[in-house]
């Protein structure tokens, strides 16, 4: 007879086995129309799956994320099914839930195309209209291979072969022809689905992510608990689509990329003056919080990353160099060693800490040309980091600090929704579990101190120690992970990094690594996205154009652009040949913020006429109130 024990404390006892649709029926009948699956001691299980013990159970429904998952994961399994019974002999190999959605690989020889999209989604329709039914059985491996194989599924025969021995097999039947090798768990029936679903793109994607495997074809879909949330999310993929910063980044000619240096950034002028401000401004906000700014060595002996433990883990993302004396280097894929290096010149006390390293260090890390994107996927790139080198006690005074400025930094720049994730030891790490005992529990204490809400990352921190992630909602409602915080207890020992104490003993440093935009690439493109590249005054990297009507009034208009430098704001003048309209036309395009008008008024009032972005209205303001005007608006607190 097992008791049932719900999230809310309460119990129910059953006289026999129950099955999860059965407990939601005992609560409400209302429930059980809405349940999708269930938790038994805190693993997932389908609506029908029998519980013979006493167990704590949770019903999810479409509301809960969990819930929305398995929606997903159902509606890839019958766009799956789909396909094959509209394009027999395709072969269906994995297809996973993503963030908003999911994705399905297929083997085929012809290419699917946008009707055959079209296709899919009607022929998914109409199964989900028949609303049949989902059976989960367990095969046994021998016999599961076999049968794959027999009927030319090779990549599920391959997949089977890959599961550990001790794993169960399941294989979970979609009506009474079609069926698939999953984990689970599914929906009861395909009706529970619904029709907020949308097929969205083919891409090529090669089998298990090898460049040396069979290139398959991978259908990308979307699917949400109702048709508002499904055309909440389409909307903001077409508002995604418009602020694409490499759709922008050509429009205001601000950077581009050539095969010749595949993730790495051409920056032009603007984009470049929009770099370099982003620096500056972070830059004197570490100066007042006390950090000493150094530059480190892009290049450095492999023995140094083999001692940091670098190498074993990120040697084959790795640029790397022999010397004609047979020694190894490697462009260096992070800042940390180089800081520890600066660390130990010279005896440090007790006295020195906390001190505060930074640097805008170039680092180069190979990714696969397939996961390159814009900005936000770079193979050389800058960034803001920082360490931190404090005794053990001064780690939560110093990650509250450094909280703080993130945050405040964050806000400055526009972004006041920030999320906080904490993320503790991964499987595979450097250092003893006491070590790692210690680094968390100060994280983690700092973390709670700062009285915001976190949510925790199981198994996500560095390989040295754990870390907090800080992640940006965009003006979109899209999330970026940017800064980092980690408390590290064995980089500094390995590197022979050390301080005199109180007691006059030698002990080792604590370090924390610290970066707030993270790489400053990524973080432009983000900007860009988020402002759809009408960026803040001033941080805008061209913040005036001004305009001469004709010719005649071309000196005014150098006069004026030359005062409005002069008073620290970026100006530059269009003396180009062309009537206005075109030229107002021209620089609204590229986002330029101000364009100030000069003619015959202009220069008898010693005036500009000012046209602001995305507004048709002018407004005539004399020159010197202009100027001082926006010189006060030239910084982030008045943004």
Not at 223 to 247: M, T, V
Not at 473 to 491: E, H, K, S, Y
Request: with cysteine; hydrophobic share 35%; aromatic share 10%.
């Amino acid at each position: 007879m097992p008791t049932i024990t719900l999230p809310d404390g309460n119990s129910i006892d059953f006289p026999n086995k129950v099955t999860g649709i059965e407990v939601a029926e005992k609560i409400s009948k209302s429930l059980a129309k809405q349940a999708l699956i269930i938790s038994v001691d805190g693993e997932l299980k389908d609506l029908y799956f029998e519980i013979n013990k006493d167990s704590a159970v949770k019903i999810f429904t479409s509301k809960d994320p969990e819930g929305l998952e398995v929606i997903r994961h159902d509606t890839a399994h019958i766009m799956a099914m789909a396909v094959q019974e509209l394009y027999p002999g395709t072969q269906v190999t994995i297809g996973p839930v993503i963030e908003n959605g999911f994705y399905y690989d297929f083997a085929r020889k012809e290419p699917f195309t946008n009707d055959d999209l079209k296709k899919i989604e009607k022929r998914m329709s109409e199964i989900i209209d028949k609303d049949v039914k989902t059976r989960r059985e367990v095969w046994e491996r021998e016999k599961a291979i076999s049968h794959f194989m027999k009927i030319g599924e090779k990549y599920k025969a391959e997949i089977i072969e890959s599961i550990p021995g001790n794993e169960e097999l399941s294989v979970y039947h979609h009506g009474e022809n079609w069926y698939d090798l999953c984990r689970g768990p599914h929906l009861v029936s395909s009706g529970k689905i619904g029709k907020a679903f949308k097929l969205m793109k083919v891409s090529g994607a090669y089998w298990r992510g090898d460049s040396n495997n069979e290139m398959l074809q991978r259908i990308y879909g979307t699917s949400w608990a109702n048709q508002k949330e499904l055309e909440d999310y389409l909307k903001r993929i077409e508002e995604a689509e418009k602020r694409d910063h490499r759709k922008l980044g050509k429009e205001m000619n601000l950077f581009h990329f050539r095969e010749e240096s595949p993730g790495s950034v051409f920056w032009h002028e603007k984009g470049w003056a929009l770099f370099q401000k982003l620096i500056n401004y972070m830059r004197s906000r570490q100066d007042a919080a006390g950090y000493r700014e150094v530059n480190t060595p892009e290049i450095l002996d492999r023995q140094l990353w083999e001692k940091s433990g670098h190498w074993e883990k990120y040697g084959e993302n790795m640029y790397t160099s022999e010397t004609p004396d047979e020694k190894v280097f490697a462009i260096k894929p992070m800042n940390c060693p180089g800081h520890i290096q600066v660390f130990n010149q010279g005896l440090k006390s007790y006295r020195d800490l906390p001190l505060r390293i930074a640097e805008f260090g170039k680092v180069h890390r190979y990714e696969p040309s397939g996961a390159l994107h814009g900005l936000l996927r770079v193979r050389a790139f800058t960034q803001d980091d920082a360490h931190i080198f404090c005794s053990e006690d001064q780690i939560t005074s110093e990650c509250l600090e450094v909280t703080n400025l993130i945050l405040d930094i964050y806000k400055d720049l526009g972004f006041e929704n920030v999320i906080l994730k904490y993320a503790d030891r991964p499987e595979v790490r450097v250092g003893d579990d006491k070590i790692w005992d210690k680094a968390e529990a100060s994280l983690l204490e700092a973390v709670k101190a700062s009285k915001l809400e976190y949510s925790i990352n199981k198994g996500e921190g560095a390989f040295y120690g754990p870390k907090i992630e800080f992640v940006l909602r965009d003006a979109i409602g899209r999330d970026w992970q940017c800064g980092t915080l980690q408390v590290d207890l064995n980089l500094p020992g390995r590197l022979d990094a050390s301080y005199i104490d109180k007691d006059g003993t030698k002990k080792v440093p604590v370090m924390l690594h610290r970066a707030l935009f993270g790489s400053l690439e990524r973080f432009v493109g983000i900007l860009i996205e988020n402002y759809a590249g009408k960026f803040p005054f001033w941080i805008s990297p061209l913040q005036t154009m001004v305009i001469p009507i004709s010719e005649e009034f071309n000196d005014y208009a150098v006069e004026v652009s030359k005062k409005i430098k002069n008073a620290g704001i970026s100006s530059a003048v269009d003396l180009k040949n062309q009537n206005l309209n075109y030229k107002i036309r021209d620089h609204s395009l590229a986002k330029i913020p101000l364009l100030l008008i000069c003619g015959k008024k202009e220069v008898d009032s010693n005036s500009v006429t000012i046209r602001r972005l995305d507004s048709n209205k002018q407004e005539n303001i004399d020159l010197n109130l202009f100027l001082k005007t926006f010189s006060a608006l030239n910084k982030a607190s008045s943004k």
